[in-house]
């Protein structure tokens, strides 16, 4: 369970805050004091604090700041105030992530726990997504920022394609915000595959190309053992489609499983045309770096075979934010 420290001086608003707290099942905290507030965090690690800045001991802008000094994972901090232009613009400053006003209403605060915990969770999931993909950057030479560059060109092409009216309704924000978490993971799978495969220069044989191929189900089946085991993490039932599916062609002739068109999860083929495209453009130890216009060349004409056609269109539509994105090294 979430805990949550009020530390509230003003004692009919901290006893306020515990009871309605408390209504809604959540383990509540107290200090009546900014000292005692330091001692209780330090002690038990709440991930939620209440505050006001008018402790009488220590400055209540210089525990938010002492706090964010010392804490490993953030602390999501909410002030209270009743005069929100003299206090709310210092609190911010100094790292308070939001506030409730005084007198305290519950309607309000509850909305702002809910607030916090779906922050606090996507900082988790970010979490857990950056330590599986670095999985893969240490086993994988040529990785480096290619896992950045291609969340953001998956979001950008999604957010292209929530504009098209065959895609439209299919994308959501949410659907937007998962895959550009997901696309990171794409490649998780090589962590599997031995090196002298894994970093080969030459052409496989036969039946290296199979064992690098597996990359996919090894992939897709790592994500889905964390997602057994953590299943409000919603965005990793897309991750594992994208791992399973990003080297599927839209004309059937990809693996793992020869997938035709449509029959391709929207977000492995939008991930496809992000990694081959990031691919082309970076120099590799098997290829040298094409310029933007080559690679461009080359997306166009496998449009149709490799590509979904509209996800092409989104691409050249959106070719400049492709061209600033390219740019980070």
């Known amino acids: ?5 009020v530390a509230e001086s003003n004692e009919q608003n901290r006893n306020q805050l515990v009871q309605y ?11 009546n004091d900014g000292q005692e507030a330091l001692e209780v965090w330090s002690n038990e690690y709440p991930k939620i604090i209440i505050m006001d800045v008018d402790s009488p001991d220590i400055n209540g802008y210089s525990l938010i700041e002492e706090i964010r000094r010392r804490e490993l994972d953030h602390t999501y901090i909410i002030v209270t105030t009743s005069d929100e232009d003299v206090i709310l613009g210092r609190s911010f400053d100094v790292g308070a992530d939001d506030f409730l006003s005084v007198p305290i209403r519950k309607t309000e605060l509850i909305y702002r726990i809910k607030a916090s915990e779906k922050v606090l969770s996507n900082q988790e ?20 920022k290619h896992l950045e560059r291609i969340g953001l060109y998956a979001k950008v092409i999604a957010t292209e394609l929530n504009e098209n009216p065959q895609y439209g309704s299919l994308i ?12 990171v993971l794409h490649d998780i799978g090589k962590v599997g595959i031995e090196d002298a495969i894994l970093r080969k220069t030459g052409i496989y044989t036969q039946e290296e190309r199979k064992i690098m191929q597996a990359h996919t189900i090894i992939g897709a089946n790592t994500i889905d053992k964390v997602a057994d085991k953590y299943p409000f993490m919603g965005f990793l039932k ?3 489609e994208i791992a399973r599916y990003h080297h599927e062609k839209w004309d059937g002739s990809g693996y793992p499983e020869g997938l035709i068109g449509e029959a391709i999860p929207l977000s492995a083929r939008i991930v496809a ?6 691919a082309l453009i970076t120099e590799r130890y098997y290829k040298p770096k094409y310029s933007f216009e080559e690679s ?3 997306i166009l004409e496998s449009s149709g075979s490799h590509f979904d056609p509209i996800i092409v269109e989104a691409f050249l539509k959106q070719e400049e934010a492709f061209k600033e994105i390219a740019a980070i090294e």
Do not use: P
């Open 1 to 5: 369970m979430m805990k949550v420290l």
């Open 21 to 31: 707290l408390e209504d809604e099942q959540i383990h509540v905290l107290t200090a």
């Open 125 to 144: 999931n970010q979490t857990v997504i950056y330590a599986l993909a670095q999985l893969t950057e240490t086993r994988d030479v040529e990785t480096g």
């Open 172 to 183: 959501s924000s949410q659907f937007i915000h998962h895959l550009s978490l997901s696309a």
């Open 238 to 240: 897309m991750a594992s």
């Open 273 to 278: 045309l992000a990694d081959v495209f990031d």
């Open 296 to 298: 461009k060349k080359i």
